[in-house]
T-cell receptor, first 112, second 113 residues
Framework: DTAVSQTPKYLVTQMGNDKSIKCEQN?????MYWYKQDSKKFLKIMFS???????INETVPNRFSPKSPDKAHLNLHINSLELGDSAVYFC???????????FGNGTRLTVT | QKEVEQNSGPLSVPEGAIASLNCTYS??????FFWYRQYSGKSPELIMS????GDKEDGRFTAQLNKASQYVSLLIRDSQPSDSATYLC?????????????FGKGTHLIIQP
């Protein structure tokens, strides 16, 4: 019954590694997002996908790349991880650009 | 640049009192406004949506929107210790496409028993 699910919940890795976070939504929403929440709890949008088309990229390093195999999935790939990438990453979905977001439970990424 | 401003707090309110949370936004084309509650270690949870000027009430929560002043607020009546959390104000801009929501930095609310 989970509306937006993301895995893993925790991810601990070393600098330089490549990792992925998976996200799936069963709400039938047209748009999915990735947000980053830093240590000060500030939520910033990273990407959004609408009908398999990347709409927004908010000055995110190109080490981050979203992959959407279909409308219900938006995975996040991160290459060459850096210490500053440590944060909580939230996947979310919405019906349209003016509707509320439904968030996944978050993935706490720790880069050592 | 689209900005959403909130007082980070902490805002301390005695149990049973009214908690008042405020938010201002910078862009006049904003059309949708949301309040999310986030407990420590959890994901943001939607508690109120408001789309037109005036008040909207849902249980103990009232959202107030004033587009002329670019101001949105959240009132929590009969505050309970379980209301202690960070409250995030979010704004949707009518730029078309999938812009997502712009969030404020949140107000940390503490309800004192």
């Amino acid at each position: 019954d989970t509306a937006v699910s993301q895995t893993p919940k925790y991810l601990v890795t070393q600098m330089g590694n490549d990792k992925s976070i998976k996200c799936e939504q069963n709400l039938g929403h047209d748009t999915m997002y990735w947000y980053k929440q830093d240590s000060k709890k500030f939520l910033k949008i990273m990407f959004s996908y609408n009908n398999k088309e990347l709409i927004i990229n908010e000055t995110v390093p190109n080490r981050f790349s979203p992959k959407s195999p279909d409308k219900a999935h938006l995975n996040l790939h991160i290459n060459s991880l850096e210490l500053g990438d440590s944060a909580v990453y939230f996947c979310a979905s919405s019906r349209d650009s003016l509707s509320p977001l439904h968030f996944g439970n978050g993935t706490r990424l720790t880069v050592t | 640049q689209k900005e959403v401003e909130q007082n980070s707090g902490p805002l301390s309110v005695p149990e049973g009192a009214i908690a008042s949370l405020n938010c201002t936004y910078s862009d006049r084309v904003s059309q949708s406004f949301f309040w999310y509650r986030q407990y420590s270690g959890k994901s943001p949870e939607l508690i109120m949506s408001i789309y037109s000027n005036g008040d909207k009430e849902d249980g103990r929560f009232t959202a107030q929107l004033n587009k002329a002043s670019q101001y949105v607020s959240l009132l929590i009546r009969d505050s309970q210790p379980s209301d202690s959390a960070t409250y995030l104000c979010a704004v949707a801009y009518s730029g078309g496409g999938a812009d997502g929501l712009t969030f404020g930095k949140g107000t940390h609310l503490i309800i004192q028993p």
